[in-house]
């Protein structure tokens, strides 16, 4: 059971690490992605939607992983279908579109898949 919540753990790190490089760093975060962001708005967006979501899912994953309440497998089987969802959208986009290079859209394609099957297997 602790390797379990190892795994767990590591995922909730991954989520904490995007989520406060998403408040610190918001148009760092974009740049890889070939992203500009230079307005208030944007960066808004980002600390939002990267920031604020990545830390709030690390606080449930780390709540799961101390198996507070019957919160467990609720939040392991809902951040595996967000990470499922998020490398599902780019194969669509890979389809659609080839990227130019491994790095982003393939390795994050490969981390998120990963996490989400690492997350299914633990629960």
Known sequence: MASDDLIVGVVAVFFAGMGVY???????????FGTRVASA?????????????????ALALALAA?????????VLVAVALA????????VV???LERPARFYP????????AGLALALVAVR
């Open 41 to 57: 708005e944007g960066r808004n967006e980002v600390r939002a939607v990267y920031g604020g979501f990545g830390l709030a899912t």
């Open 22 to 32: 998403g408040l610190v760093a918001p148009a760092a975060l974009l740049a890889p």
């Open 105 to 112: 859209t393939v390795l994050y394609l490969v981390v998120e």
């Open 66 to 74: 101390l198996d507070v309440g019957t919160l467990r497998d609720g």
């Open 83 to 90: 990470l499922a969802g998020m490398a599902a959208g780019r």
């Open 93 to 95: 986009s890979m389809v």
